[in-house]
């Protein structure tokens, strides 16, 4: 079996035409949807990740507004500019570049952006949210895999789902969202015990663990999905994920690259996000 490499670049660039058509629509009405985007101190993987969200901003119209802050920044400063944020009309998203410097609670700063502005879902009302199946703003990273599975027709309903990776951002939400969507869902972390035996079982595997490597392809069934979240710089520079890409393509049906599969899809889901807010406001 030869697997059809899922192409995130394509599925991504195929969105944001649809959001360049909703950003003209919304200017009819006078409104540019708008993202503050805040980061503190110098992570050069941050650094990286913030200058490809508002390019993409650019790209599709939407104004951004950066805020950076040297590494030793008082967290209070930022509860005030994000206070003020709040207030805001010409902002419709707020967010703050994870990881935060060890001063800062996370919790406190993503509790105090309006459960309004909250395109990255990381507040606890659109946690809680998505936990009954009623979010206002997905999570950005699972909700761009639900969207590459529906554009590749991938089913998903009655599927047998094998989470791997059980972080806040993205192992939990993907399991909650596959299980609103009628998958019977399995979550493992690092403290599974022989992993092979959940993963075998998976008719749709998504890895994110952030582990070269992990997933092999005798722990995986012939013509199974795999969605690799995993994104992982190795001592050659190489960026890879968390399969073993090369291994998996022959016996899979279908896989994402990396790079060049989920990660798109995460920036063009936080575009739709802010493009949603606006559209509610206005
Ligand atoms: P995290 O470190 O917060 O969580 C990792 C999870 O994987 C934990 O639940 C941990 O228990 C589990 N894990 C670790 N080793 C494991 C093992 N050997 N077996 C099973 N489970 C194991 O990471 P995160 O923020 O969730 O990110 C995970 C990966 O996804 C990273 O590589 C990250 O760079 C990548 N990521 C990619 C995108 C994207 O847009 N493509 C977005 C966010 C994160």
């Known amino acids: 079996m030869t697997a059809k490499i899922i192409d995130g670049r394509a599925v991504s660039a195929a969105i944001r035409s649809d959001l360049k058509i909703r950003v003209q629509a ?14 503190v101190g110098a992570n050069p993987a941050s650094a990286v990740y913030v200058r490809n969200k508002i390019r993409a901003c650019g ?28 207030t805001r009309k010409d902002t419709h998203g707020i967010l ?6 060890p001063q800062f609670s996370i919790s406190e700063i993503l509790q105090t952006i309006s459960a309004d502005k ?3 879902g990381f507040h606890l009302y659109n946690v809680g949210g998505l936990v009954v199946g009623d979010t206002v703003f997905p999570p950005c990273t699972p909700y761009g895999v639900v969207k590459l599975l529906e554009h ?11 989470v791997v990776g059980a972080s806040n951002i993205v192992g939990k939400p993907m399991a909650l969202m596959l299980m609103q969507r009628d998958a019977t869902v399995a979550i493992c972390h690092a403290k ?15 890895v994110a663990a952030g582990k070269p490597n992990l997933i092999v392809p005798q722990m995986v069934k012939t013509g199974a999905v795999v969605i690799d979240v995993g994104i992982n710089r190795l001592p050659d520079g190489r960026l890879v994920g968390d399969a073993d890409f090369e291994g998996l393509k022959n016996k899979v049906s279908h896989i994402t690259p990396v790079p060049g599969g989920v990660g798109p899809m995460t920036v063009t889901m936080l575009l739709s996000n802010t493009i949603a807010s606006a559209e509610r406001a206005a």
């Open 152 to 162: 590749e027709g991938i089913e998903i309903e009655g599927k047998n789902v094998v």
């Open 192 to 206: 599974t015990r022989d992993l092979a035996q959940f993963t075998i079982l998976a008719d749709i595997l998504v």
């Open 59 to 86: 790209e599709v119209g939407i104004r951004s507004f950066q805020h950076n802050f040297p590494a030793d920044a008082d967290p209070k400063a930022i509860l005030d500019l994000i206070e003020e944020l709040n």
């Open 118 to 120: 909250d395109v990255d």
């Open 26 to 39: 919304l200017a009819k009405k006078g409104t540019t949807p708008g993202l503050a985007v805040i980061m």
């Open 96 to 101: 703050v570049q994870l990881p935060l410097p």
